[in-house]
């Protein structure tokens, strides 16, 4: 073999062996992603690092996107072990992920959550359509039969029963999970309202969905950042404005804040968990395969996230606003991820 092959296959094999080799690098858990999962997770890794022998992990709000993009950048101790997501993970993000040598992944769904529009409790709460929020935010709209830029600038350019109130709406990048999710459920489901979108939706899916989900850039819809916390802290100081959020955070604010009724159903923990309410997700954290037995506690914080004192029906993780799994499906989850079942995307 050349010389220069016999280095290239030791290089491989030191890359590979890397994270074996470096354990002692890093000895505890390093978790990123979701701001919506953020609390969730940071619970629990507080509660893993004072019940077992092992470090608490470092849990980093970094947004789904951005999560996971550092997830599958590679395996070894410089990489994240744990990445969070308010959405399930893309088959793209599944690609780069296997580009990258991270070519097996745990799954862990966690519960539900919704997505709410919300606004101070110095106004009345909204009550809009999905049709309505879509007019209000779209890039383009139909107007006598052609699409147009969108011209509503208040409220009452939609609709004159809504407030002549200038549309402004607080919301996460588009490395957020919460905006992802936002636009194929709220943003696309008023779109499918207009018939002759609908419509292109067999003829042309790219052109559909480009139309139905592209948010205007024209001032009215304003992107404040991965940080939930201050989008509420701007809805306290300006109360003619809407901030996009999990239901997590509209929870640990209700004093300041409250949800808008969306088709006439308002955000609440009943309304998420039965389907009722238009604009709910579940949510996930993902393990990376390559990394169980190399960086201590991995399995054993899966076991203790998915306990049923933890993330069950009257788990402590419901205090702080998930919506849990039902026990069975919870079960299921957690027995397969407690077997390192590997995931596999449901092909289109």
């Known amino acids: 073999m050349p010389k220069y092959a016999l280095l290239l296959a030791a290089l491989a094999l030191a890359l590979w062996a890397a994270p074996a080799g470096s354990a002692a690098a890093r000895d505890e858990i390093r978790i990123v992603g979701s701001s919506t999962v953020f609390p969730f997770s940071t619970a629990v890794a507080e509660e893993f690092g004072q019940v077992t022998d092992y470090r608490t992990p470092v849990v980093e709000s970094t947004g789904s996107g951005g999560g996971l993009k550092l997830f599958c950048a590679g395996i070894g101790v410089a990489h994240p072990d744990i990445a969070n997501s308010s959405r399930r993970i893309k088959p793209s993000e ?5 580009k990258n040598g991270v070519r ?10 919704g997505i709410v529009l919300a606004g101070s409790k ?8 999905l049709r309505q929020i ?5 890039k ?4 006598d039969g052609k699409m147009i830029a969108n011209p509503n600038l208040l409220w009452a350019d939609i609709d004159p029963k809504l407030a002549a109130e200038r549309i402004e ?53 304003v992107e404040a950042g991965e940080n939930d916390n201050l989008i509420v802290q701007k809805l306290r100081t300006n109360p003619r404005a809407l901030g996009i959020f999990g239901f997590s955070f509209l929870e ?8 808008s009724a969306i088709d006439g159903v308002t955000p609440e923990f009943d309304s998420i968990s039965d389907g009722s309410y238009a604009v709910s997700r579940s949510m996930y954290f993902y393990v990376k395969s390559a990394h169980v037995g190399v960086i201590p506690g991995i399995v054993e914080f899966i076991d203790i996230f998915l306990d049923e004192d933890v993330s069950g029906s009257y788990g402590y993780l419901t205090d702080k606003g998930l919506i849990p799994l039902g026990d069975e499906e919870r079960e299921a989850v957690r ?3 407690l077997s390192l079942k590997p995931l596999i995307l449901p092909q289109n």
């Open 335 to 337: 027995d397969a991820a």
């Open 169 to 221: 709406i607080l919301g996460p990048p588009p490395t957020s999970g919460t905006r992802d999710a936002f636009v194929e459920l709220a943003m696309e489901g008023g779109c499918k309202t207009f018939a002759e979108i609908a419509a292109l939706k067999k003829s042309d899916k790219a052109a559909f969905k480009s139309l139905c989900h592209a948010i205007r850039e024209d001032g009215a819809y």
């Open 134 to 138: 879509w007019l209000a935010l779209a």
């Open 94 to 98: 599944v690609a780069n992920c296997a």
């Open 140 to 143: 383009q709209v139909p107007v």
């Open 122 to 129: 110095a106004v009345p709460a909204a009550r809009l359509s």
């Open 104 to 113: 097996e992944i745990i799954e862990v769904k966690i519960g539900y959550d």
């Open 252 to 259: 640990q604010n209700r004093d300041v804040i409250h949800g």
